[in-house]
């Protein structure tokens, strides 16, 4: 079975008019290659929800780099960054029961797929027409599963999931460059205390 172009599939969809975007986004280094590739080509307003980031200063330190980052950057001049509630106890939920999982295992994709419904539900009450995710940029997460759970996210709202695959056209090592350039805070592990645990 031939694997899906999600990078061609988003290329295809913004070719028309500018869509209006809710972008979930993780921490400002994977923003960065993100918005990079999105300007100009959607209405972008950004959507930190990220209840897997502990201790509490990580989550605030990330918080704050996206801030400054999108103060800074031309690319993203004028877009609106949009906080979620810090409920780190609905990750805490399900991930103490997989805390010996890989990166890439159940609690990974439960955590996914957390941070996506409430960027549907978001996105649904701004009434945007698409909602996506930075997290594609990461070699180290599954990008079929995230887009796919994105598009059956998508079924149960009035909103349209954009696929997309930010690694593609070097765009993990454009963020690399661009967190070097704005001196951007570069975490060590995506957040969970978990992951710290995986080799």
């Not at 950057?73 to 939920?93: A, N, V």
Request: charged share 30%; proline share 6%; aromatic share 12%.
């Amino acid at each position: 079975m031939q694997k899906r172009n999600y990078e061609l599939e988003m290329q295809e969809i913004l070719s028309g008019k500018k869509p209006e975007l809710l972008l979930h986004v993780c921490c400002a280094p994977c923003s960065s290659a993100c918005l990079e590739r999105l300007a100009g080509k959607a209405e972008i307003k950004l959507y930190f929800y990220n209840p897997n980031i502990l201790p509490e200063e990580e989550y605030f330190h990330r918080l704050n780099e996206l801030k400054r980052f999108v103060q800074e950057f031309p690319e993203s001049s004028g877009i609106e960054i949009i906080e979620g509630e810090y409920e780190p106890e609905k990750f805490l939920s399900f991930a103490k029961e997989l805390a010996d999982e890989p990166e890439r295992g159940k609690r990974c994709q439960k955590c996914i797929a957390l941070r996506l419904e409430k960027t549907a539900e978001q996105a649904e009450k701004l009434q945007a027409e698409y909602f996506a995710t930075t997290l594609t940029v990461s070699p180290h997460k599954d990008c079929a599963y995230i887009n796919e759970t994105g598009f059956q996210i998508a079924e149960n709202h009035q909103i349209h999931w954009l696929p997309s695959d930010f690694k593609k056209k070097n765009g993990y090592q454009r963020s690399i460059i661009l967190s070097k350039e704005y001196h951007l805070y570069r975490q060590n592990f995506c957040g969970c205390p978990f992951s710290k645990k995986t080799p």
